[in-house]
């Protein structure tokens, strides 16, 4: 990428920054009619700086991806504010910071959230049109007319903010998909005169490895005219769709999963995430709602409080999941899974399960490290047993902790599973989580999960 591409989130993020500082001291100035601080409100200026910063690069929120399409601008900005509000809010408790005014705060945030949001639509038509005006483009050469061709064209010619401008496809068979008018197709004797003669930056090579002569060849010419060559492998026959290349010296070993949890510094960052937000939750929440909830379970039925059940961890190990009890004392709890209309459930735990307040106590199993805040939900000794006869990857999502809420909870796929296919959808979603996980994600995650309780969900029963 070249221009404005490579500077993006620079951009991006000093717009915010000096918006976000814009709205703090104008809402200052309208709350105390001066731009004079006192030293407590520079103290704030720079707790509030702070934060943006570390929410906004933790959330990824200058990913390419993250600020070409208005609708992911909009959610992830109302996450980073919400995020935000909540760690500032957090600071000034503990320093019990408590005579800073609470409208300039409100008016800050609601400020900045605005006029943020009116930068990046305005950031996203300029270079709209900056680019539909034929500047700031890389200019690239596919070689190759076949599926993995194709789908690569399908993917550079997206109308967005990439900035890749598609000149030309060269290659010896026919090409096997519809070419929009204005890009050249030929075969490789016109492709190095056409390179010259149009500047091109960088070539997509999609063709079989096998072809040795011809890409040492490619690469030979692409070095002289200090153009980039670049090979896109085809995975496709591949049981997986992504793949990770590493080097032992020179020799290339392919890693078919890559699971970023191996890594022993995302490990810690996952496991000190964890042991913030479960305290913060168990402390902020449980410790007064425990009781109150403890009450109702035992006017409702006879029986524990706690509802404790052994269920697959992480590499499956056994360990306790803690729940609140959400039904009448049975026999089947260890192999029958709970029904809509189910008769074992309690009044209250109806309402338990539906606002998924039964899962609380799973914070306790979080903060003792047996579980996750966000991972594959534990399943019980019989079903992992069952499924893992019948799913291939089922074990698969026994190589991290199990978790309160997870992927699969958040697209749909929680509660009974009545068919195969349920818990199939399940598996796949929670392998997607393993091969994808980031700190931001499980941020994004919980976001979701807590939208899906205020809105309600149908499958929580």
């Keep these: 990428m070249k221009g404005y591409s490579r500077y993006f989130w ?43 910063i570390l929410t906004a690069f933790l959330l990824k929120l200058y990913d390419i991806k ?39 705060l409100y008016a ?31 200019r690239v050469l596919l070689i190759g007319g076949g599926n993995v061709a194709k789908q690569l064209y399908n993917y550079i010619h997206k109308k967005d903010v990439f900035g890749i401008r598609l000149l030309a496809i060269f290659s ?24 010259i003669k149009n500047n091109v930056d960088e070539i997509y090579y999609t063709l079989p490895l096998t072809y040795t002569s011809k890409i040492k060849g490619i690469i030979e010419f692409a070095d002289k005219n200090m153009i980039r060559f670049k090979i896109v492998p085809d995975f496709r026959g591949f049981p997986f769709k992504r793949v990770n290349i590493d080097f032992f010296e020179d020799v290339p070993v392919i890693t078919f999963r890559q699971e970023p949890l191996t890594d022993i510094v995302n490990q810690m960052l996952k496991r000190l995430f964890d042991i913030v937000f479960s305290f913060l939750v168990i402390v902020l929440l449980l410790s007064w709602l425990y009781p109150i909830i403890a009450l109702l379970i035992k006017l409702s039925s006879k029986g524990p409080v706690l509802f404790k059940q052994v269920r697959s961890g992480l590499n499956n190990e056994e360990f306790i999941c803690l729940k609140f009890r959400s039904m009448a004392k049975n026999e089947e709890a260890d192999n029958l899974q709970a029904t809509k209309g189910d008769a074992r459930i309690t009044k209250i735990g109806s309402f338990l399960r539906k606002s998924s307040l039964d899962e609380l106590p799973q914070f306790l199993n979080v903060l003792i490290g047996d579980m996750s805040v966000v991972g594959p939900r534990p399943h019980m000794l019989k079903h992992t047993e069952e499924y893992s006869a019948l799913i291939g990857k089922y074990m698969v999502r026994q190589l991290v902790k199990p978790g309160i809420t997870g992927v699969a909870q958040v697209k749909g796929y929680r509660g009974e599973t009545k068919k195969l296919k349920d818990m199939e959808g399940r598996v796949r979603a ?10 931001a994600l499980d941020i994004n995650l919980i976001a979701l999960t807590v939208w899906n309780v205020v809105k309600g969900d149908e499958k929580a029963f």
Excluded at 14 to 38: C, R
Excluded at 85 to 99: R, W
């Design 10 to 52: 620079a951009i991006h993020f000093a717009g915010d920054l000096l918006l976000i500082n814009l709205a703090f001291v104008i809402t200052y100035f309208v709350k105390f009619d001066t731009f004079l601080f006192s030293d407590k409100y520079k103290f704030l200026l720079l707790i509030f700086n702070f934060i943006w």
């Design 66 to 104: 993250s600020v070409r399409r208005l609708d992911r601008v909009l959610f992830n900005l109302f996450k980073a504010a919400l995020i935000n509000g909540v760690a500032l809010s957090a600071i000034l408790f503990s320093l019990k910071a408590s005579t800073f005014s609470r409208e300039h």
């Design 430 to 439: 929670d392998v997607w989580y393993i091969e994808n996980w980031s700190l």
């Design 172 to 195: 010896e068979n026919e090409i096997s998909f519809e070419v929009e008018a204005g890009i050249k197709k030929g075969s490789f004797e016109d492709l190095e005169a056409f390179a």
């Design 108 to 138: 800050t945030y609601a400020f900045s959230f605005g006029l943020v949001l009116l930068w990046r639509i305005l950031a996203l038509r300029l270079i709209y049109f900056f680019r539909k005006s034929g500047f700031n483009y890389t």
